[in-house]
């Protein structure tokens, strides 16, 4: 009910709001994206106000949202918006890569918590991304318009996480446990070998020169040209240090437990990508013409040049990026998860149902 109310709202907005003034402001930013955010910030609203009053009509109470919102929650939103901000902007200010690494906290709190706290905390690390960090080396004028993809991956991931998705099914059978793996890594290779690593062959045409005479390739690289905050190269070596460590110990937890719960987390992963591909691509093209500032530019760009048009191009873009980099963040949420002690995760609303120790 809630979900067919903000769609309508959003619907209903988009074609009262009419055509999308492009005209750029002193920050780059089309002069209509505020109008066409308030329109999606009414959709939500309206539709998170329609499922309350469902709820309240039924019940006379509010319950299935006050208790996603107790006190552990609470202090965990605002280490999650951190966590998600940080590492976000190091991806999108020093890495060259397809990826964005940027929702680990809105994950981990729709796991624990329940989906309409995921949501929150997704809605709030963006806004607080580009509105509270403006000015500073994390703020980004980028963030806020994708505020409603982030929502959607914290409702998902609650989602997920009240079905069980991210429980560890140890002591699986050697046999299932190799098919399960088999499956995992086809999945995410063939995605990576087939959508990604293709376009970055014929990324290294030179576009345009740089101010120095030197020309500018698109050719695939770890950080970005040009001079890079000292800040973001250390957090980025960081974070890099902080992936590998966490799928080592994945395949560690694999081989010592044979926990075959990663498949359904890569599975679950990949599915929250492409939803999340299909909600960003058009605002990315609407928005900011295919370019947010991201290594994800890359690959717009190779489409264009392969021929798409640009809302093709920010599409495909999307459908390669958005589900890798949602499978490996849930990976990483999976692993952290898996150290994380089962007392301390049951504290929270959904954390017993969520990691196996209360049965559905």
């Keep these: ?101 940027d929702s680990i906290g809105t994950i981990l709190v729709g796991v624990l918590a329940g989906p309409i706290a995921g949501a929150a905390t997704g809605l709030l690390s963006n806004l607080a991304w580009t509105f509270l960090l403006a000015g500073s080396p994390f703020g980004s004028p980028y963030a806020w318009p994708f505020a409603i993809v982030a929502a959607e991956i914290g409702l998902l991931a609650g989602v997920f996480g009240y079905a069980g998705v991210f429980r560890s099914r140890t002591g699986t059978t050697p046999a299932r446990l190799v098919g399960g793996v088999a499956v995992a890594v086809l999945l995410l290779g063939g995605l990576a070998w087939y959508g990604v ?15 120095g005479g030197t020309p500018q390739g698109l050719c695939f690289q770890l950080f970005e040209d040009g001079p890079i905050d000292p800040l973001f190269v250390t957090l980025a070596i960081g974070l890099a240090a902080v992936v590998v460590i966490a799928l080592v110990a994945l395949v560690l937890r694999l081989a010592r437990d044979r926990d075959l719960g990663v498949v359904y987390v890569l599975v679950a992963g990949a599915a ?19 370019v947010t500032g991201s290594g994800t530019d890359l690959l717009v760009a190779a489409f264009q040049q392969a021929g798409s048009d640009l809302q093709t191009a920010v599409l495909q873009q999307s459908l390669i990026s958005d589900p890798i980099d949602k499978t490996i963040t849930y990976l990483i949420v999976f692993t952290l998860l898996g150290a994380v002690s089962r007392r301390v995760a049951a504290r929270y609303p959904q954390g017993e149902r969520a990691l196996g120790t209360l049965e559905a």
């Design 1 to 101: 009910m809630g979900g067919a109310a903000a769609a309508a709202t959003v619907i209903v907005g988009l074609i009262a709001l009419g055509t999308f003034d492009a005209t750029p402001e002193p920050s780059g930013i089309p002069a209509g994206a505020n109008s066409f955010m308030l329109v999606l910030a009414v959709g939500l609203a309206v539709g998170f106000g329609a499922y309350a009053a469902v709820e309240w009509l039924q019940t006379r109470r509010l319950d299935s949202i006050a208790r996603q919102f107790d006190t552990r929650t609470i202090v965990l939103i605002p280490i999650a918006i951190a966590i998600n901000v940080v590492l976000g902007q190091t991806v999108a200010s020093a890495l060259k890569l397809p990826v964005y690494l």
């Design 197 to 211: 690593v293709p376009f970055y062959r014929g990324l290294c045409a030179d576009i345009a020169p740089r101010p």
């Design 272 to 290: 929250c990508g492409v939803v999340s591909a299909l909600i960003a691509a058009p605002i990315a093209a609407l928005v900011f013409g295919g």
